[in-house]
């Protein structure tokens, strides 16, 4: 996966919280390298991504109509693409299922949201670019570890915050 002609990763984010996609085009704008598009609509989402060509997905959970994970698999069933599942109602059970069925990395809507942006944003260029590593998303003083391939980020074991399949 590589970016774009202008050196920009295109993402496409669907959340259907106004309020949520009103501060990813905040900071999103700040990132000269991220061209973002927005929208509130699983079904709206499909059909942008079967007619353009982006190189990350960034999807809330709890969408109407369908969840994060069925939005997962719909989207591979058009094409591989680096896909972020990124919720409000985390837990481990969510983050172990959705890199199980292909995420690339699960976050937590958590923190204050400059950090959480700030680590969203890391974790997009890291899916995004040959040039990053999913290492580079991970924040300190976060504890990793590894279960089979997948690293669970935790926050001190209160809970798993992130986690990412390579």
């Known amino acids: 996966m590589t970016a774009n002609e202008n050196g920009k990763i295109k993402v496409l984010v669907l959340d259907d919280e106004e309020d949520f996609l009103e501060l990813c085009r905040e900071f999103f704008g700040r ?23 982006y190189q990350v997905v960034v999807s809330d959970h709890n969408l109407p109509g369908m969840d994060g994970l ?24 969510l983050a172990i299922d959705a890199l199980s069925n292909g995420a690339d990395f699960y976050l937590e809507k958590a923190g204050s949201p400059r950090g ?24 300190d003083p976060f504890q990793v570890f590894s279960a089979g391939g997948t690293l669970l980020i935790s926050n001190g074991g209160e809970r798993v915050l992130a986690a990412a399949s390579r």
């Open 31 to 53: 990132e000269e390298r991220i061209d973002a598009a927005f929208v509130s609509s699983p079904a709206m989402a499909l059909d942008i991504l079967a007619s353009d060509d």
């Open 70 to 93: 069925q939005f997962l698999r719909a989207t591979r069933s058009l094409r591989k693409i680096p896909f972020i599942l990124i919720t409000g109602h985390g837990r481990e059970g």
């Open 116 to 139: 959480m942006f700030e680590q969203l944003l890391r974790a997009i260029k890291a899916v995004g670019s040959p040039a990053h590593s999913l290492s580079e998303c991970l924040p």
